[in-house]
Protein backbone atom coordinates (compact mmCIF):
# COMPACT_ATOMS: atom_id res chain seq x y z
CA UNK A 1 0.00 0.00 0.00
CA UNK A 2 1.69 3.47 -0.96
CA UNK A 3 2.06 6.15 2.26
CA UNK A 4 -0.45 9.43 1.99
CA UNK A 5 0.54 11.60 4.17
CA UNK A 6 -3.07 12.97 5.69
CA UNK A 7 -2.88 16.58 6.90
CA UNK A 8 -3.89 17.53 10.56
CA UNK A 9 -6.02 20.76 10.02
CA UNK A 10 -5.79 22.95 12.98
CA UNK A 11 -7.90 26.09 13.44
CA UNK A 12 -7.56 29.29 15.12
CA UNK A 13 -9.14 32.44 15.73
CA UNK A 14 -7.91 35.75 16.67
CA UNK A 15 -10.37 38.62 18.19
CA UNK A 16 -9.91 42.20 19.29
CA UNK A 17 -11.61 43.35 22.92
CA UNK A 18 -12.30 47.17 22.42
CA UNK A 19 -11.98 49.42 25.27
CA UNK A 20 -13.64 52.51 26.01
CA UNK A 21 -12.52 55.87 27.14
CA UNK A 22 -9.99 56.46 23.79
CA UNK A 23 -8.13 53.24 24.93
CA UNK A 24 -8.51 49.60 23.65
CA UNK A 25 -6.29 45.60 24.15
CA UNK A 26 -5.96 44.06 21.21
CA UNK A 27 -5.20 40.13 21.28
CA UNK A 28 -5.64 36.90 20.11
CA UNK A 29 -7.09 33.22 21.76
CA UNK A 30 -6.58 30.03 20.12
CA UNK A 31 -9.72 28.00 19.68
CA UNK A 32 -9.46 24.05 21.03
CA UNK A 33 -7.17 22.09 18.39
CA UNK A 34 -9.27 20.40 16.39
CA UNK A 35 -9.14 16.59 16.26
CA UNK A 36 -7.66 15.11 13.47
CA UNK A 37 -10.12 13.79 10.48
CA UNK A 38 -8.01 11.34 8.37
CA UNK A 39 -4.81 9.26 8.48
CA UNK A 40 -2.89 7.50 6.14
CA UNK A 41 -3.43 3.66 6.48
CA UNK A 42 -1.44 0.87 8.40
CA UNK A 43 0.49 -1.05 6.68
CA UNK A 44 -1.09 -4.54 6.87
CA UNK A 45 -0.63 -7.07 8.61
CA UNK A 46 -1.29 -4.87 11.79
CA UNK A 47 1.69 -6.13 13.83
CA UNK A 48 1.95 -4.72 17.61
CA UNK A 49 4.19 -4.90 20.07
CA UNK A 50 3.58 -6.99 23.58
CA UNK A 51 0.28 -4.50 24.99
CA UNK A 52 -1.44 -5.14 27.94
CA UNK A 53 -4.56 -3.68 28.76
CA UNK A 54 -6.32 -4.05 32.22
CA UNK A 55 -10.44 -3.80 33.47
CA UNK A 56 -12.33 -4.51 36.75
CA UNK A 57 -15.25 -6.69 36.84
CA UNK A 58 -17.29 -7.90 39.65
CA UNK A 59 -14.23 -6.93 42.26
CA UNK A 60 -11.49 -8.60 40.49
CA UNK A 61 -9.04 -7.54 38.49
CA UNK A 62 -8.21 -8.73 34.92
CA UNK A 63 -5.81 -7.90 32.42
CA UNK A 64 -5.16 -9.15 29.14
CA UNK A 65 -1.80 -9.46 27.14
CA UNK A 66 -1.35 -9.04 23.12
CA UNK A 67 1.15 -9.28 20.76
CA UNK A 68 1.34 -9.94 16.61
CA UNK A 69 4.60 -10.46 15.65
CA UNK A 70 5.70 -11.71 12.24
CA UNK A 71 6.76 -15.22 11.83
CA UNK A 72 8.51 -17.43 8.89
CA UNK A 73 7.07 -19.14 5.72
CA UNK A 74 4.89 -22.01 6.00
CA UNK A 75 2.41 -23.76 3.90
CA UNK A 76 -0.56 -22.99 4.26
CA UNK A 77 -3.92 -24.36 1.84
CA UNK A 78 -1.50 -25.31 -0.96
CA UNK A 79 0.57 -21.70 -1.12
CA UNK A 80 3.95 -20.98 0.43
CA UNK A 81 2.66 -17.93 3.04
CA UNK A 82 4.56 -15.35 5.17
CA UNK A 83 2.40 -15.81 8.76
CA UNK A 84 2.36 -13.69 11.71
CA UNK A 85 1.69 -15.10 14.90
CA UNK A 86 -0.91 -13.53 17.42
CA UNK A 87 -0.94 -14.25 21.26
CA UNK A 88 -3.19 -12.99 23.73
CA UNK A 89 -2.94 -14.35 27.45
CA UNK A 90 -6.04 -13.40 30.15
CA UNK A 91 -5.37 -12.87 34.07
CA UNK A 92 -7.25 -12.70 36.19
CA UNK A 93 -6.28 -10.43 40.09
CA UNK A 94 -2.34 -11.44 38.38
CA UNK A 95 -3.07 -15.29 37.91
CA UNK A 96 -2.98 -16.15 34.54
CA UNK A 97 -6.69 -18.16 33.30
CA UNK A 98 -6.14 -18.85 29.56
CA UNK A 99 -3.54 -18.37 26.89
CA UNK A 100 -4.55 -18.38 23.26
CA UNK A 101 -2.31 -18.69 19.92
CA UNK A 102 -3.20 -18.26 16.85
CA UNK A 103 -1.48 -17.54 13.70
CA UNK A 104 -2.12 -16.04 10.40
CA UNK A 105 -0.96 -16.26 6.98
CA UNK A 106 -0.42 -14.11 4.03
CA UNK A 107 0.74 -13.43 0.83
CA UNK A 108 2.88 -9.97 0.32
CA UNK A 109 3.35 -7.34 -2.49
CA UNK A 110 0.38 -6.91 -2.59
CA UNK A 111 -0.53 -7.77 0.97
CA UNK A 112 -3.70 -10.67 0.44
CA UNK A 113 -4.66 -13.13 4.06
CA UNK A 114 -5.19 -16.48 3.61
CA UNK A 115 -6.75 -18.06 6.61
CA UNK A 116 -5.45 -18.56 10.18
CA UNK A 117 -5.16 -21.40 12.63
CA UNK A 118 -5.87 -21.94 16.31
CA UNK A 119 -7.34 -23.46 18.45
CA UNK A 120 -10.31 -22.62 20.99
CA UNK A 121 -11.40 -24.41 24.00
CA UNK A 122 -8.60 -26.91 23.07
CA UNK A 123 -10.65 -27.53 19.49
CA UNK A 124 -8.18 -27.09 16.75
CA UNK A 125 -9.71 -24.90 13.74
CA UNK A 126 -8.40 -23.26 10.37
CA UNK A 127 -10.41 -20.33 9.24
CA UNK A 128 -10.01 -20.10 5.31
CA UNK A 129 -10.45 -16.30 4.23
CA UNK A 130 -13.34 -16.24 1.54
CA UNK A 131 -13.06 -12.79 0.96
CA UNK A 132 -10.74 -9.74 1.40
CA UNK A 133 -11.06 -5.85 0.93
CA UNK A 134 -7.99 -3.79 2.13
CA UNK A 135 -8.02 -0.37 3.53
CA UNK A 136 -8.55 2.44 1.55
CA UNK A 137 -4.96 4.52 1.34
CA UNK A 138 -6.63 7.02 3.49
CA UNK A 139 -8.75 6.12 6.63
CA UNK A 140 -11.56 8.90 6.87
CA UNK A 141 -13.28 9.96 10.52
CA UNK A 142 -16.78 8.36 9.90
CA UNK A 143 -15.82 5.59 7.08
CA UNK A 144 -16.83 1.69 7.38
CA UNK A 145 -16.19 -1.26 5.62
CA UNK A 146 -16.06 -5.05 5.89
CA UNK A 147 -12.03 -6.02 5.98
CA UNK A 148 -12.88 -10.36 5.05
CA UNK A 149 -15.15 -12.71 5.42
CA UNK A 150 -13.94 -16.21 6.49
CA UNK A 151 -15.42 -19.96 7.05
CA UNK A 152 -13.81 -22.12 9.87
CA UNK A 153 -12.94 -25.93 9.63
CA UNK A 154 -12.03 -28.52 11.93
CA UNK A 155 -9.12 -30.92 11.27
CA UNK A 156 -11.69 -33.07 8.98
CA UNK A 157 -12.44 -30.46 6.74
CA UNK A 158 -15.61 -29.74 7.82
CA UNK A 159 -17.06 -26.14 7.85
CA UNK A 160 -17.85 -25.51 12.03
CA UNK A 161 -18.47 -22.01 11.46
CA UNK A 162 -17.84 -18.50 10.00
CA UNK A 163 -16.29 -15.22 11.03
CA UNK A 164 -16.54 -11.55 9.60
CA UNK A 165 -14.54 -8.29 10.02
CA UNK A 166 -15.37 -4.48 9.84
CA UNK A 167 -13.95 -1.75 10.47
CA UNK A 168 -15.10 2.31 11.54
CA UNK A 169 -12.64 5.07 12.34
CA UNK A 170 -13.74 7.54 14.76
CA UNK A 171 -11.78 10.58 15.67
CA UNK A 172 -9.51 10.27 18.53
CA UNK A 173 -7.55 13.34 19.15
CA UNK A 174 -5.62 16.10 17.21
CA UNK A 175 -3.11 13.57 16.05
CA UNK A 176 -4.82 10.55 15.78
CA UNK A 177 -7.94 8.66 14.73
CA UNK A 178 -9.33 5.56 15.56
CA UNK A 179 -9.71 2.36 13.88
CA UNK A 180 -11.91 -0.37 15.63
CA UNK A 181 -11.98 -3.70 13.87
CA UNK A 182 -14.56 -5.69 14.90
CA UNK A 183 -14.92 -9.64 14.72
CA UNK A 184 -17.87 -11.35 14.79
CA UNK A 185 -19.08 -15.14 13.78
CA UNK A 186 -20.10 -18.38 15.27
CA UNK A 187 -17.94 -21.38 16.13
CA UNK A 188 -18.78 -25.44 16.69
CA UNK A 189 -22.33 -23.80 17.03
CA UNK A 190 -21.14 -20.63 19.88
CA UNK A 191 -21.60 -16.80 19.08
CA UNK A 192 -17.93 -15.59 18.67
CA UNK A 193 -17.14 -11.49 19.10
CA UNK A 194 -14.27 -9.35 19.48
CA UNK A 195 -12.86 -6.16 19.07
CA UNK A 196 -9.26 -4.50 18.70
CA UNK A 197 -9.50 -0.61 18.73
CA UNK A 198 -6.29 0.99 17.08
CA UNK A 199 -4.90 4.36 17.69
CA UNK A 200 -3.54 5.63 14.24
CA UNK A 201 -1.08 8.72 13.47
CA UNK A 202 -1.63 10.70 10.26
CA UNK A 203 1.31 8.71 9.11
CA UNK A 204 -0.46 5.62 9.67
CA UNK A 205 1.74 4.55 12.91
CA UNK A 206 -0.28 2.53 15.23
CA UNK A 207 -0.86 1.85 19.35
CA UNK A 208 -3.39 -1.05 20.12
CA UNK A 209 -5.40 0.92 22.79
CA UNK A 210 -8.67 -1.13 24.04
CA UNK A 211 -9.55 -4.73 23.42
CA UNK A 212 -13.16 -6.26 24.22
CA UNK A 213 -13.84 -10.11 24.52
CA UNK A 214 -16.22 -12.38 25.98
CA UNK A 215 -14.87 -13.73 29.36
CA UNK A 216 -17.20 -16.33 30.81
CA UNK A 217 -20.29 -15.13 28.70
CA UNK A 218 -19.52 -11.36 29.79
CA UNK A 219 -18.04 -8.96 27.44
CA UNK A 220 -15.33 -6.99 29.15
CA UNK A 221 -13.65 -3.74 27.64
CA UNK A 222 -9.59 -3.55 28.45
CA UNK A 223 -7.99 -0.12 27.77
Same mark, same amino acid.
Not at 202 to 218: D, K, R
Given at each position: ?????????????? #??????? #? $???? $??????????????????????????????? #? &??????????????????? =????? *??????????? =???? @? %????????????? @???????? %?? $?????????? /??? /??????? =??? &???????????? =???? &??????? *??????? %??? /???????????????????????? @?? $????????????? &????? /??
Amino acid at each position: MKTVTACCIVALAA #GAIAGCG #G $GGYS $GSSPMPMQNLQSATAPSQPMNVTSTTLSTTY #G &GDNYSVTVSDTPGGMMMFN =GQMAD *TSVLMLTLTKN =GTAV @S %TDNSTAYYLTNPY @SPLGLSGT %TN $GVAWTAIITS /FTP /FPATLAV =GSS &GTLLAATYRDSM =GNAI &GSLTETY *TVTADSP %TAV /FVNIDGSGTLNGTAVTDSLTYSVT @ST $GTLALVQVQIMVN &GTTLT /FK
